[in-house]
């Protein structure tokens, strides 16, 4: 499903406007159609989903839109600079990652999105799979930002963890920490997660697409994680989520762009679930523990270690996380 | 042109075990096929540039292997461990970045080579194009260096480098240098050029594709270019030139794969003509000047500037070269 402005939208932004009925002729005549294909139209928008009633001798009406991240739904009041000028939507994707980077690699613009309601191969970090049944938000956003080196690259993720975070709040009021590197968690268990791949030469970074993936609605997910339903027993509206995330991302990214990344890195490390506790890292084959107390200005993980030196962990997963009183079993 | 081992190879082995004259019915039945069917394969041989005469009453005898990088001919007498174990050939292609980046993307195992004769749409660094006429060797190489982190790649490209001036030197004896950060250089003049592109997540590098442009018996180029060619007057064989180059990369990248990438800046430094001289480096908007005094173990250029202090470059463009007593205009 592309991005194009067709009729049905046209349709959609008429009946919007309006409290009343409004009279299929006149909408008809002002879209320069027949009153047939008006019919038609409202039909196909039935099964996209929209619920519009329409009564005999007084026109149509919008009752209610479906929560589907049809481009002209995620457009909508989004209040963005250049995230989501272009917007693909589909029913289902293998991985909106794979989407992206063909897009990337055929010179799609800056802030393109995927979205898709379900993933059959979704990916997750360190090539792990990601299980991304209904009722998630899953895409995938390519950004070019011709502002970094290589090595800064990992600014991309945390400022979109911090986007997921604000995003959520703003459109739900709830809570939601950031765990090293880019976990979501709501309630003590995983919401959701972020994976960045980068395409770049050595001096040079083409583009990096970034995977979101968070239960929002979703119920059959495995023990360790959690969506907003199953942490408050509501269900949420996607589309209003999605939109505040990707504004809450421009936001961040516009920042980094300005080299203002501390401001990124300092409210980042706000949501931070882990300051204070006790950790234990796995770094390919090796495993560190120790008190996280902080992130440097690269995104690295400071680890306090028990000899008192500070680690830097530029990479790694998280394998235990205990409040230091209660120290490691 | 794949990479099976087909009977084609097989009588090309035959052939070469053989001063004299081999007959045509005891290859035959050597290889279990019929006369008729071995001539026509010996016809096909010719057709790809093999010169085997066939002599009545004594059979067939090999002349000359053709300089191109059929795979059984790259794999030929080839000393490595991993690199070339995959090798695609084409006659023409438009970028055998693309077509590595496809084999990596599926899949394709460590060290694939593919190779061309010529590229129409070969690609240089920072999006430049890359002019790749006939006589040229143009590889990529798909290496997947998991004890890399993402920030460590560029020492791929410099050990790159080094391979390609000890592979050069060990098939033809001739000097070729390196200019930072992946120039090669020849009687001051540029003969090849390097281009790293990695796919990567923030914490795992995927795979880097490594395009290698050397300019070999190739006659039109531009003013700035040269070739081995131009460069002395004589042919070279690229076959030669290509194995040595392959053979010599992998010493360096085992190398480096031990954590002794230091050995390998070491030499690299030693084929480097910029130190002592005073250079130009572009960085994106600014352009700053200074003394050529070493690189660091990042592989990050160090400038002496006037003031005394030692500026750090990751990434740029040298745009003019000076020695230092001269000094700029």
Request: hydrophobic share 40%; with cysteine; glycine share 10%.
């Amino acid at each position: 499903m592309g991005k194009q402005k067709n009729l049905d939208c046209l349709i959609l932004e008429n009946l919007r406007g309006q409290d009343s009925y409004i009279s299929g002729e006149e909408l008809a005549r002002k879209l320069k159609i027949s009153r047939q294909a008006l019919w038609k139209h409202i039909n196909s928008l039935s099964h996209k989903g929209y619920d519009i009633v329409a009564v005999p001798h007084s026109g149509y009406k919008i009752i209610s839109t479906p929560d589907k991240f049809y481009p002209w739904e995620v457009q909508r009041d989004l209040n963005t600079e250049f995230i989501a000028r272009e917007v693909y939507f589909y029913e289902s994707l293998n991985s909106t990652q794979d989407s992206s980077r063909e897009l990337g690699l055929s010179g799609a613009s800056d802030g393109t999105v995927v979205l898709t309601d379900v993933q059959t191969k979704g990916r997750g970090r360190m090539g792990r799979s990601w299980i991304s049944p209904k009722g998630g938000i899953y895409f995938s956003l390519l950004l070019r930002p011709e502002f970094l080196l290589l090595e800064e690259t990992p600014q991309i993720s945390l400022l979109i963890a911090l986007g997921c975070v604000k995003g959520i709040k703003e459109a739900t009021g709830l809570d939601v920490e950031v765990k090293w590197p880019n976990d979501l968690i709501f309630k003590g268990k995983k919401l959701g997660g972020i994976l960045c791949e980068i395409n770049a030469e050595t001096d040079r970074v083409h583009f990096v697409v970034v995977g979101v993936g968070i239960n929002i609605n979703s119920r059959d997910l495995p023990p360790e994680a959690t969506s907003l339903l199953l942490g408050t027993g509501k269900k949420f509206r996607r589309l209003d989520i999605a939109r505040k995330i990707l504004q809450a991302i421009e936001a961040g990214y516009l920042k980094a762009q300005k080299r203002n990344f501390s401001a990124v890195l300092k409210e980042w490390s706000r949501f931070c679930m882990l300051w204070g506790k006790r950790v234990r890292v796995k770094i390919s084959n090796r495993t560190i523990e120790g008190e996280a107390v902080n992130i440097d200005e690269r995104g690295y993980l400071l680890l306090r270690q028990d000899n008192g030196f500070i680690e830097r962990v530029s990479a790694g997963d998280i394998v235990k996380v205990i409040p230091v009183r209660e120290g490691f079993l």
